[in-house]
């Protein structure tokens, strides 16, 4: 089987703009997270989605959302840029609505924002 | 923020050491996982031990889980060059969303 996928893998953007990325879980998961991982901050959960729904939010800015289409593939979407968005941004999928299943993660996309 | 926290932050030991991980968490969990990442990349799921379970097994790793303290070590034995990597314990409170630990950056020497 397939694992996630993400794409692109690098991106290099300027402030004010915004970025789309785009994941595509393991065939037949439905549930599709979103992290943000950074050298001061970690990783830290942005959202999840199950059956095209937002489930869960994380604490971030309005500037970032997502969607997730009936294919079960989702994309996040970051506005107005600003430097410190500049991350390795991961998704991940698993099987149910929640609790007690494996993520499976993808290799990530790198977004540089100058 | 960062539910879990993990200890050691840095690790450096010889091929054929055992390597401990210990993660430490605040509230009430539903499952923890381990996850290892190689240089900035994705993670790779390693084990995932459920919180009524209090020892798990998967090849050279052992992890244990102690709700009362709140606390889980990771045991790498017989280390590779190869287990180099960052390790981050992950736990899930409330359903898909995992709260990541700062991670434990292990260098295994040849």
């Known amino acids: 089987k397939a694992g996630v996928t993400q794409t692109p893998r690098y991106l290099i953007k300027t402030r004010g703009q915004q970025v789309t990325l785009s994941c595509s879980p393991i065939?037949?998961?439905?549930?599709v997270s979103w992290y943000q991982q950074t050298p001061g901050q970690g990783l830290q959960f942005l959202f999840e989605?199950?059956?095209?729904?937002?489930?869960n939010k994380g604490n971030f800015p309005g500037r970032f959302s997502g969607r997730q289409f009936s294919n079960s593939r989702s994309e996040m979407n970051v506005s107005t840029l600003e430097l410190g968005d500049s991350a390795l941004y991961l998704c991940?999928?698993?099987?149910?609505?929640?609790?007690?299943?494996?993520?499976?993660f993808g290799p990530g996309t790198r977004l540089l924002v100058l | 923020s960062q539910q879990g926290e993990e200890d050691p932050q840095a690790l450096s030991i010889q091929e054929g050491e055992n390597a401990t991980m210990n993660c430490s968490y605040k509230?009430?969990?539903?499952?923890l996982q381990w996850y290892r990442q190689n240089s900035g990349r994705g993670l790779v799921h390693l084990i995932l031990?459920?919180?009524?379970?209090r020892e798990k097994h998967s090849g050279r790793l052992r992890v244990t889980l102690d709700t009362s303290k709140k606390s889980s070590s990771l045991l790498i034995t017989a280390s590779r060059a190869a287990d180099t990597a960052s390790y981050f314990c992950?736990?899930?409170?409330?359903?898909?969303?995992?709260?990541f630990g700062g991670g434990t950056r292990l260098m295994v020497k040849p």
């Open positions: 991940a999928s698993s099987l149910a609505q929640g609790g007690q299943e494996t993520q499976y």
């Open positions: 031990i459920r919180s009524n379970e």
């Open positions: 992950a736990t899930d409170v409330e359903g898909n969303m995992l709260t």
């Open positions: 509230t009430s969990i539903n499952n």
């Open positions: 065939s037949g998961h439905r549930s």
């Open positions: 989605y199950f059956s095209e729904t937002q489930r």
